[in-house]
């Protein structure tokens, strides 16, 4: 059976946890489009604590918009700022100058849609973990189906989910902020590197 998931930007350990226990992977595109979510923004551990980086995106002419036609705006020279942030906060982390050169093409290269951006960022680092999950977008709206993990991962609002209890693990920070869970899957992969796969199981 499928698990469902939203689109996501650098997502969290928990949707990448989704990912390696389920074979099939079904993201949302047909969804109308929310605001402040994991779709577009994710949470990395910087020198001052939690930072927040979010990809900004076109608005729509019309009230509701499909997360599939979401385009990515080129205010504010984000990808500089995002990449420079990541630079910051990772650059002394154990793994760091070993993936810096499969993350930066990323920041260096224009993307049309977010979709296409976040399903792109995703494919690179289930093949850094090693994890090919059977990834394909919906073609429809369901508002309810089995495994569904649209609403569950949210930044604002998080739900419970019994199947992901985060332990801690080796963070740069961690002394001077204490354990900070779940945050972007570059945090477990820059600190634990390939053995981020066997966090995520």
Request: hydrophobic share 35%; proline share 8%; net charge negative.
């Given at each position: 059976?499928?698990?469902?998931?939203?689109t996501a930007y650098l997502a969290p350990i928990q949707y990448y946890a989704k990912l390696a226990s389920f074979d099939e992977i079904r993201i949302e595109v047909c969804?109308?489009?929310?605001?402040?979510?994991?779709?577009?923004?994710?949470?990395?551990?910087?020198?001052n604590g939690v930072q927040a980086l979010t990809v900004p995106v076109e608005k729509p002419d019309t009230p509701k918009c499909?997360?599939?036609?979401?385009?990515?705006?080129?205010?504010?020279?984000?990808?500089?700022v995002h990449w420079q942030a990541l630079v910051s906060a990772y650059r002394t982390?154990?793994?760091?100058?070993?993936?810096?050169?499969d993350f930066r093409p990323f920041y260096e290269q224009k993307y049309?849609?977010?979709?296409?951006?976040?399903?792109?960022?995703?494919?690179?680092?289930?093949?850094l973990l090693e994890i090919s999950p059977d990834i394909r977008h919906t073609t429809?709206?369901?508002?309810?189906?089995?495994?569904?993990?649209?609403?569950?991962?949210?930044?604002?609002?998080?739900?419970?989910?019994l199947h992901f209890s985060p332990t801690p693990y080796y963070q740069i920070f961690r002394d001077k902020h204490g354990f900070l869970p779940n945050l972007s899957i570059v945090d477990l992969l820059f600190n634990m590197g390939k053995e981020g796969v066997e966090y995520i199981r």
């Open positions: 059976m499928p698990c469902l998931l939203s969804e109308n489009y929310p605001k402040q979510t994991y779709r577009n923004r994710c949470h990395i551990a910087s020198a499909f997360t599939r036609d979401i385009r990515i705006s080129e205010h504010g020279y984000w990808r500089h982390s154990p793994f760091f100058e070993y993936l810096e050169d049309d849609f977010l979709v296409d951006f976040n399903d792109a960022l995703q494919a690179m680092i289930c093949s429809v709206y369901e508002p309810v189906v089995a495994n569904d993990f649209r609403t569950v991962i949210d930044p604002r609002h998080p739900q419970p989910d």
